[in-house]
């Protein structure tokens, strides 16, 4: 049995007990993936993140990520919590405000990290997203069906020219547009209308809109996963690089450089906000990076 030192992180958020919860479980050699998947259903958060030494020693680690019922090949609070919480480890005693870059080995790809320090603040990541978004197939049922299986009334599903895609950026999304915040907060998920509603291979669902509660965000959003063990998601860095794809298709942006802020995790207590670049050139998207902060909450000593 061996002691294998962990951190808990509240991610894309700079306040405790807010944000999307992640457990990186810092002295992970030995463990298998059966073993990685039974730690991080015993802690029971959206991701636990597992980290080893990086195969180049020119990056800072590897890292392998799990949900209470799986593995996932890139997650972005994940992402963004390891990488904060590595390089806090890499400079504990820091007395003015600097920047580090942590280079993460995930499952899949090399991805890189810029990470702002400021002492007795949380920290702020940003990474390149490893896989720019493309739409995926998609077999959803009629607008009524989708409808039942959030609750809501099939009016309320789509706004402007928006509606239901499939989009991946290494992780596929089913994203749902709903007419507001009244019809997000009445949101009420009824499995067995799933299959109708987005087929027997439904990922995760991510439901925005374009109403905000602050003016300086761009959508608000909320991601339903069951079939992954997660009923409801307060942050999904991995949806919102995909979003970026949708973005670009539905706005049909001009060339340029766009940020966006995204709400999610409001409805759930769990107050996020995700942080979107993307770069568009002759219509196509040509990079996107993810951003937030990240604060620690726990440490300890797992004895496994």
Same mark, same amino acid.
């Given at each position: 049995m061996a002691q294998r030192r962990y951190v808990v992180l509240d991610v894309f958020t700079t306040r405790p007990l807010e944000g999307n919860p992640l457990a990186v479980v810092l002295d992970s050699e030995g463990l298998d993936t059966a073993a990685m998947q039974r730690i991080a259903g015993e802690f029971n958060l959206s991701e636990t993140v597992f980290v080893t030494p990086a195969e180049n020693p020119a990056h800072s680690a590897a890292v392998r990520i799990f949900t209470p019922g799986r593995e996932l090949p890139f997650a972005g609070h994940p992402t963004v919590g390891t990488a904060c919480? !590595? @390089? +806090?480890? *890499?400079?504990?005693?820091?007395?003015?405000?600097?920047?580090?870059?942590?280079?993460?080995?995930?499952?899949?790809g090399l991805v890189r990290c810029a990470v702002r320090l400021v002492p007795g603040a949380a920290a702020y990541a940003?990474?390149?997203?490893?896989?720019?978004?493309?739409?995926?197939?998609?077999?959803?049922?009629?607008?009524?069906?989708?409808?039942?299986?959030?609750?809501?009334k099939p009016h309320e599903i789509g706004f402007e020219n928006h509606v239901s895609t499939v989009w991946s950026a290494g992780n596929p999304f089913?994203?749902?547009?709903?007419?507001? !915040? @009244? +019809?997000? *907060?009445?949101?009420?998920?009824a499995p067995?209308?799933?299959?109708?509603?987005?087929?027997?291979?439904?990922?995760?669902i991510y439901v925005y809109c374009r109403?905000?509660?602050?003016?300086?965000?761009?959508?608000?959003?909320?991601?339903?996963?069951?079939?992954?063990?997660?009923?409801?998601?307060?942050?999904?860095?991995?949806?919102?690089?995909a979003f970026a794809g949708l973005v670009n298709d539905f706005d049909d942006l001009p060339n340029g450089t766009f940020t966006y802020r995204i709400e999610q995790g409001f409805e759930m207590g769990r107050p996020s906000l995700i942080d979107l670049e993307i770069e568009v050139e002759a219509g196509e998207l040509t990079a996107a990076r993810i951003g937030g902060h990240a604060v620690k909450v726990a440490e300890g000593v797992l004895e496994v």
């Open positions: 919480c !590595l @390089a +806090a480890r *890499r400079f504990p005693d820091l007395e003015t405000e600097m920047d580090a870059v942590v280079a993460l080995e995930e499952q899949i940003e990474f390149d997203v490893p896989r720019l978004s493309e739409m995926g197939e998609a077999s959803f049922g009629p607008k009524s069906a989708i409808a039942d299986a959030l609750g809501l089913a994203f749902v547009p709903v007419a507001g !915040l @009244a +019809a997000m *907060r009445r949101i009420k998920v067995q209308h799933w299959t109708e509603a987005f087929g027997p291979a439904t990922p995760g109403e905000t509660l602050f003016h300086d965000s761009s959508f608000h959003g909320r991601m339903f996963a069951p079939g992954l063990g997660v009923g409801e998601d307060p942050a999904t860095g991995s949806a919102i690089a």
